[in-house]
């Protein structure tokens, strides 16, 4: 298993305007943010070696979308009533939230100084972030360039998510058979899962084991007997 396989390197400067206009609204974002963490439930049993998680119930109305690679570079998405923000950190950048996140909303302040996204020195970590209230019709960033971490979020922009993933899968996760985008475009399409489904992407996972990780995620309209 590689340690840090991406679909470009996350350590360039890829245009930040650029990819808040290829991404989609919070909404789809949710969903395709779901649709990852379960492909990752089914293809990492082990959640330590997941990249891409989602946490249906992390707080009252709030939900989190992260990615961890391993080697110190991250991102968070907090879903709420009130929007969508969310923040990354490459680590091989300078710290930038000092003059990054003073320009975030008010109503996104508790997400900016939530500790479990990460500090230094007592100051929030981030070398990009941006958000979108509630209402708004784009995604919005500081005027403040950012130092590093746009590439960290290319997957979530992918014109074709399905194709996108299965080529960054299969160099992270080297399966043994080729994964099938059918089966990748089901599930970031949120449709029921089904033992078919789960088996032609991971042979050695079965759809009962994965009820704890449907519950977590909150994907939908998961069977009777996996939605516990």
């Known amino acids: 298993m590689h340690a840090t396989p991406a679909t470009n390197d996350p350590h360039d400067a890829p245009d930040l305007h650029g990819l808040l206009a290829r991404l989609p609204d919070p909404a789809r974002l949710r969903d395709r943010c779901r649709g990852l963490a379960m492909l990752e439930a089914i293809l990492g049993p082990d959640w330590g070696d997941r990249y891409y998680s989602f946490d249906a119930h992390w707080g009252d109305g709030e939900e989190t979308a992260s990615m961890r690679d391993g080697e110190g570079d991250d991102w968070f ?13 490459d680590h091989t950048a300078p710290n930038a939230g000092p003059a990054l996140l003073p320009e975030v909303p008010a109503v996104f302040r508790p997400y900016v100084e939530e500790p479990a996204f990460g500090e230094e020195d007592g100051a929030p970590l981030a070398t990009v972030c941006f958000w979108r209230e509630r209402g708004d019709t784009a995604w919005r960033a500081p005027s403040a360039a950012p130092t590093g971490g746009v590439g ?10 399905a194709r996108a993933y299965a080529d960054w899968a299969e160099e992270y996760y080297e399966p043994e058979h080729e994964l099938d985008p059918a089966a990748i475009a089901h599930v970031l399409a949120l449709r029921p899962l089904t033992a078919a489904v789960v088996a032609s992407l991971n042979p050695e996972t079965d759809l009962d084991e994965l009820a704890d990780d449907i519950a977590e995620i909150g994907y939908p309209d998961a069977p009777s007997d996996a939605a516990a």
């Not at 998405?77 to 950190?89: M, P």
């Not at 960290?152 to 998510?161: G, R, S, T």
């Open 77 to 89: 998405i907090v879903f709420s009533a009130v929007g969508a923000y969310a923040r990354g950190f």
């Open 152 to 161: 960290l979020f290319d997957l979530l922009a992918a014109d074709d998510p």
